[in-house]
């Protein structure tokens, strides 16, 4: 049986290779292809010089994606067949025992992969987003932001991690539903607490201070029936030439957060339809939606799990010769990607359908017009291409492509 499972896995993860690199491919020659004009539909609102410009960002990125997918796969077979999982087994076994030795377990390897993708993330941030004009941060802020991160890690955490080791350990067999429980409980708790004790750790927060902008926003909300705790701009600028604006928090600790590039860049008129734009996704309860999806997806993983903790064909055929609850998490959340990864698209779509549904409800309390006007000019601060390959598109992008985005809204 672990002979099976384990070409069952090489099969799968082969397959997630071909598929991702073919997707890659066409990719970069659909862009390629469509680099040397601007679209008919976008003529008179986005240059050359800034279409072609978002074609080398995206091609860049899809480019850096396939070294950081030969990595992934490089480190998990290390993890596995190499032999990596089974030697930090045998260095922490032979030290600690019980939850201690789950716990230096799972963050050994949650280190190990750390490290290995610091260099991919410094590329990315330093020589990608640099080339592009779009990084604002500084080597000294990256090692802050990291060292923060893993503090915060750590803190957070290894409580969680010991509750889930201990409920695993205790509960019988059906730990995987007391885990569920309490990884909701987590989960929720994070976004309660997120707006106000977790964010102000890396960013300002200061609140609104334009007097019309912020009148026109309270209007929308008014007529929306919305309410929030408040309206604040977010220093993004420290760290990218990114523009956004998002929601955050839950209940009562909801709040609207600007990134000051975007207040620098659009129009009130077209802050106000953007915002609409993001007042429809609470309106239209696609945020619960989404943390309901959230929570059974994770029910059904973990289900399976508690069906494959006892089972020694797991182990073997990942190269694991131990057994226990802590290499069962670790090797269940190293090789679940593999075979989740056709899930993708779907939850691509169900993402896409969200942004046309939002799309409508910001054209029924704003103008659809301020709208596209927002967006053309977000797709070009963010160097969007707006000539992806279909194909590609329609299996990883969470938003519709721009060409059909505005369409829909001119006819509306």
């Not at 279409?51 to 899809?62: L, V």
């Not at 408040?230 to 420290?238: E, I, N, P, T, Y």
């Not at 998490?329 to 075979?339: I, T, W």
């Amino acid at each position: 049986m672990s002979n099976t499972f384990s070409v069952v896995f090489l099969v799968a993860l082969m397959l997630m290779v071909v598929l991702r690199r073919w997707l890659a491919q066409r990719q970069i020659a659909h862009v390629l292809a469509h680099r040397a004009a601007v679209p008919a539909q976008f003529a008179g609102f986005l240059e050359l010089p800034a279409h072609q410009k978002a074609a080398d960002y995206a091609i860049a990125q899809t480019k850096f994606g396939r070294i950081t997918l030969a990595i992934e796969v490089a480190v998990l077979l290390v993890f596995t067949f190499g032999g990596g999982l089974q030697a930090l087994h045998g260095f922490w076994n032979a030290r600690l025992e019980g939850l201690a030795y789950g716990v230096a377990l799972i963050f050994s390897v949650m280190a190990i992969s750390g490290i290995i993708d610091l260099p991919l993330a410094a590329y990315r941030q330093f020589v990608i987003e640099e080339k592009f004009g779009f990084n604002r941060m500084t080597v000294k802020l990256f090692i802050v932001d990291l060292v923060k991160q893993t503090a915060l890690g750590l803190l957070i955490g290894t409580p969680v991690l010991l509750a889930v080791l201990w409920l695993m350990a205790q509960m019988g067999s059906l730990w995987w539903l007391y885990v569920w429980l309490f990884w909701c409980g987590v989960n929720l708790l994070i976004l309660f607490i997120y707006p106000t004790w977790i964010a102000p750790l890396f960013n300002k927060f200061s609140p609104l201070d334009d007097a019309a902008l912020k009148a026109r926003i309270e209007a929308l909300l008014a007529r929306c029936g919305f309410a929030v705790s408040g309206l604040f701009v977010m220093d993004g600028s420290k760290r990218s030439n990114h523009g956004n604006a998002y929601f955050t928090g839950f209940g009562k600790s909801k709040r609207i957060v600007f990134f000051d590039t975007l207040l620098g860049r659009l129009q009130p008129v077209e802050v106000e339809a953007v915002l609409a734009h993001e007042l429809g996704h609470f309106k239209l309860r696609h945020v619960i939606q989404r943390i309901v999806l959230l929570f059974a997806l994770s029910l059904a993983f973990l289900a399976v799990l508690g069906q494959l903790m006892d089972a020694a064909w797991f182990f073997k055929g990942l190269g694991v010769t131990a057994q226990n609850t802590a290499l069962a998490l670790v090797l269940f959340f190293l090789v679940m990607p593999v075979f989740t990864f056709l899930l993708t698209p779907l939850m691509s779509l169900l993402s896409r359908r969200h942004e046309f549904a939002a799309d409508r409800y910001a054209a029924e309390h704003a103008s659809a017009d301020d709208l596209i006007k927002a967006l053309l000019k977000l797709y070009e601060d963010n160097a969007s291409t707006l000539t992806p390959d279909p194909l590609h598109s329609l299996f990883y992008d969470s938003h519709p492509p721009a060409a059909l985005r505005i369409a829909r809204l001119s006819a509306n």
